[in-house]
């Protein structure tokens, strides 16, 4: 019945394409259909792509990622990963050492000076100055939220001293602050002490360039600055202590810091509101729903070409397909096993095989599972109702699990004319020195190594007791429902007493079950901040990574142990030899803790009207940089 | 009648309190963890405390009747919890999704009372004549195919191939329009709104976008109530006051409308509340296929995300409307059969 759904609709698709003609519909206007729903709209809290699509179009960073192309017409991948490349944005120039702008000093540090772009102003109506690019950085360092991005700033500028600004406080102040938990209750002398600190990372220089100084060498580091997902982007100062942000105080930063506990995007004041100096502005965001903005005819370069985008959330496929099929849509979210349904279909260009940087998607077992009010657990215990807190402690369980997937059939009939290829562990393939490609590193299916391994976890009470969990998936996305489907298939299989129930939930909702450790295995991916294996290695196998820290406290401790010495040693030597043979040895060691679930990995491929040009390009995107698309046939 | 109806909204404040007992009833199958979730409506509330300090807090682990007590008072002040599906309290998903919803019930509630009853009465009066025929045949096909069957031939006919009505509620000129200053929001109600504001074109647009999602959401009770409406017709048609009003010489017309239809009325009536539920039942489906975002598809996904707040503020509304709905199918009862207000 439903094979006859899917001939029907792809039939009423197919003449509806036919029937359409070569009209551009709605030429001022771009609309975009998706199901990625928004977390925040604060730069400094976000770290997911969804939120950072729309800070890539309404703000902008000091410098830039300069673009191909991938439209109706040209595939141009002639973008660039290489540091000396970068664009030159609200900053007027980009630093380097030949430009006297970056200075390495005889103690190890070094300085990346900015000379700050004038007569840039924001949608609100300030003006940008070297005090808003200064207080951009000193608040999201010192709002450092569990689980955002700010880590990417604390380790470079603390000379790889600190990840988390509550590192810096236990440093300055010799106390012990639980993880953060007491930094709110620092007093007005404590925060001054703790803003002495940092104050030096950012400063004005009296010609009125902002100058970062890091204690040691960090390559990285422009990059970092330059990828346009949130935290690079600059804010006016003003505008956000009238929205009721940090007043730029040395003794009152505390009651900023961390907001929600990381978890409630909703306690920043910047959640629902923006201000940046983009080419568009934010018209409105109706969460779920529509993200509409409208061209900022103020912008500092020339104007952007199309005056409204449209990005719309549509759940359901069928809807999707059929708005796109009638052009009533420029840009359209297909997963990959929908490829075919568009593919070759007049009117709609599909381009496949674009590169691709991250790990997207990877699955990841969550030891001590947070059990308080989590109901996908079922009873808690080890017994065939529920599972126990620490299920996935036990290394035997999960290899069992990673035994369990079915890696072919996923690539072949999900990914199908996308195609996919194999990886493993945290190092992306796309990183050719850095990634050890022995095939005994990874993981197959098989069934029978699977039961062997479940015969063995916990201590073999398992088999007898089966268990009981749920596997969410953020709605929308097929492919996770089908990966939870795959596991929950093949896990069923080796035992009746086995159970796992799939289901979807919104996306921030995943988020907050994630860093709130509920899930006992959650799958996500991860796309490059910047071009270098410990942007992947961080997030997957530190013990403060962005997923790696949300594993619960056991393998967060394993990884503390066994995996940060290497991660630390592999960003203190330049020599890409030795820092290859350091990866080697994280991914064999991944491969023996089994902590993830290393899954197939997508091709790149963009799917679009054959009116829409000018789609830029460069895998480091977050997503469409609306800026320099328009509507035209060329 | 006046006493009636006095009598009837005594009553009322009595069985809404019975249906919020039973929401409360059904609450009661949850965890105190779960029903957590339906007292806090910040999600920050939940994220960042101690969930012991929580359950104390807002007395889960109190008497039973204590925490009705303390959960009445919470939906008096609007306090129905937060929805992880709408990302907002439920209250405000309330009053964010209902006019969407209510814009959609409204306008099919027009034709279907008209003419369901009008095509009824008619189909009665053109007994096993060619007009008759068609309307069985209507009936049967309306009440046998499923909304989401109707729904998806409907979008696929008439905008994937004719392109005519697109799903959403707006186009993208009429959406510029209505998000603009110039264009105010009294209700939410976008047709009514379009009124107000006498801005013609996003009202062609709204109802450009209404007329499949209405047709499709009203054709299983239309045809409900065609076929009682007819076969009411019909038995009333064979009463002898029937044929005595005919033997009188009184014109064809007048026995129909005067003597017949109103008596024929009665069981229609009666089956008006069940209409209402079957409306709202439908409006999930609807809105989830023409990309609504109303009550209907926010009770959707909230069921597939298994989020409680909502499903437990949807059930609770859903229950509140049946029974108005039903106090003014009684009054309406009671004003077409004198019987019913004088027993």
Redesign the interface.
Known sequence: MKKI?LV??VF??V??TL?LGQEIH?PD?I?RIEYG?VNTLDPAYSYDTASGAVMFNVMENLVMWPMGTVDGDETDLSYSLATGDLLPMLATVVPTVDNGLIVNYPDGSVTYQFPIRTGVEFHAGGTLTPEDVEYTFERAILQDRDGGPIWMYIEPLSGQEYWRLYQVVEAVLGIDTNKGETIKDLTPEQQAQVYAAIASWVEITPTGDVVFTLDASYPPFLTILAHAAGWGAILDKEWVIEQGGWDGEADTWAAWYNP??G??A??SELYDVMNGTGPYML??W????EI?YERFDGYWREPAAIK?V?D?K???W??RL??F??G?ADICSVDPQYLPQVMGQPGIVTTLNLPTLGLNPAGFFTSDINL????LVGSGTLAEDGIPSEFFNDVHMRKAFAYAFEYQTYIDDVLGVAGGYRTHGPVPKAFGWAYDDRPELYYTFDIEKATEEMKLAHGGEVWDTGFTFTLLYN?GNQGRRVIAEILEKNIESMNPKFHIDV????W??YL?RMV?EQMPLFVIGWLADFPDPHNFVVPFAHSTGTFSGWQGSTLVAMFAEKYDPLTSAAMATAVQAERAAIYYQIEQMSYDDCYDLWLPQVNGYRVMRDWVQGYAFNPLFPDVYYYSVYKAYE | MLTYIIRRLLVLPIVVLGCIVLVFSVMQLLTPYQRLSVYCSNPAELKNVDFEILIERYGLNDPIYKQFADWFMEILRGELGWSESASRPVSGAFKRFMPVSAELALWSALPLVLGGVWLGSLSAVKHNKPLDHIMRIFAITGWSLPTFVAGLLGLFLFYGILGWFPPGQLGLEASAIVRSSVFASYTGIITLDAVLNWNWFVFADALRHLILPVFVLSLVSWAMLLRVTRASMLETLRQDYVTTARAKGLEERVVIKKHARRNALIPVVTIAGVTVAFLFNGLVITETIFDFHGLGRWAARAAQTFDLPALLGYLLFNGVLIVFANLIVDIMYAYIDPRVRLG
């Open positions: 759904w029907g609709l009423v698709f003449l509806s029937a709605n206007t609309v729903t929600g506990g978890q409630a909703e306690e018209d409105h109706d969460p779920g729903i509409v409204t449209v719309k549509i759940q359901e069928s809807d059929l708005l099929g009638r009533d308080e009010g989590n109901d709605e289901r979807g939930v919104p921030a909702s907050d709130t």
